[in-house]
């Protein structure tokens, strides 16, 4: 089992920065990939990015060069820094983590007004 706490959303404006966080414990040894999906009222939840435990990245088309993934392994901790943020990106972001499954965290809201 893993658990997983987010944290960092709430309002922002258009063009500003955001950093969300997100801490894992539980059988934290066998999580592999670790990432944010999110999804917007009205549409299906989507990838965000994904980061590897060795560090390679995959992003949507839609962040990429705006949004930066990162991860701290010795703190079980993936961290998504998201800049020049537009209201199309407001949605509840969920962090995952993979094991022998996806395991999602409680989801946090981001809202950004024009």
């Known amino acids: 089992q893993v658990q997983l706490v987010e944290s960092g959303g709430g309002p922002v404006q258009a063009g500003g920065s955001l950093r969300l966080s997100c801490a894992a414990s539980?059988?934290?040894?066998?999580?592999?990939?670790m990432g944010w999906y999110r999804q917007a009222p009205g549409k299906q939840r989507e990838l965000v990015a994904l980061?590897?435990?060795?560090?390679?990245?995959n992003y949507a088309d839609s962040v990429k060069g705006r949004f930066t993934i990162s991860r701290d392994n010795a703190r079980n901790t993936v961290y998504l820094q998201m800049n020049s943020l537009k209201p199309e990106d407001t949605a509840v972001y969920y962090c995952?983590?993979?094991?022998?499954?996806?395991?999602w965290g409680q989801g946090t809201q981001v809202t950004v007004s024009s």
């Open positions: 980061i590897s435990r060795r560090g390679s990245t």
């Open positions: 539980g059988s934290i040894f066998s999580i592999t990939d």
């Open positions: 995952v983590a993979e094991v022998s499954r996806r395991y």
